[in-house]
């Protein structure tokens, strides 16, 4: 368990150093946050033709009101999170791999739902939106983390577990009576 929480804290620690580095920013961090915005705009206008995204913003261009994906917003540091949660775990790198891929879509498919909330309780009434923003929505967007780590571990524990064994045979005599 020791090795485990080392290996996890280590990774996340490098991973969100490497994550503030302004290169990472530019060339990897910004071009996501803006294709994140452009998804949220995509989704939203099949029943909202007002919405647009620009750059990293997703507003509506009736009332004005936007709200821009920011660093921590963008799901990367929650994966980050799930990525040092996963590889640290003992198990093989297969199923780390597949831990990985679905866990990336978990958490952005709930952060799109997130940003699109977002946009909506924004225009609707501040308050809530700053609460939804600031407490809800960090602690839903951890919880999915979690959730599936624990769903990928125990996947994984059942799939190493030892196949059931067959009841034994009864001898032919048996079988007659």
């Known amino acids: 368990m ?13 991973l969100f150093g490497i994550n503030m580095l302004a290169g990472v920013q530019y060339y990897l961090v910004l071009p996501w946050t803006e294709f994140l ?15 647009t995204a620009s750059g990293k ?9 936007g709200v ?8 990367i540091e929650a994966f980050i999170v799930l990525f040092a949660a996963v590889v640290a775990f003992p198990a093989s790198w297969r199923h780390k791999l597949v831990g990985l891929v679905v866990g990336f879509v978990a958490v952005q498919a709930l952060n799109v739902v997130r940003v699109i ?6 225009q609707w009434n501040t308050a809530v939106f700053n609460f939804a923003h600031e407490y809800l929505w ?3 967007i951890m919880l999915d983390v979690l959730v ?15 196949p059931p064994q067959d009841p034994p045979s009864m ?3 048996a079988a007659a009576a």
């Open 37 to 51: 915005a452009h998804i949220c705009a995509s989704l939203v206008t099949w029943f909202d033709s007002s919405a």
């Open 57 to 65: 913003v997703l507003w509506n261009h009736e009332t004005g009101f």
């Open 138 to 140: 960090q602690a839903l």
């Open 2 to 14: 020791l090795r485990y929480m080392l290996i996890f804290l280590s990774l996340q620690l490098v």
């Open 148 to 162: 599936v780590w624990l769903l990928w571990v125990r996947a994984g524990s059942k799939s190493q577990s030892a």
């Open 171 to 173: 001898p032919p005599a």
């Open 117 to 122: 909330s977002l946009f909506y309780l924004g």
């Open 68 to 75: 821009s994906i920011e660093p921590g917003c963008n799901g």
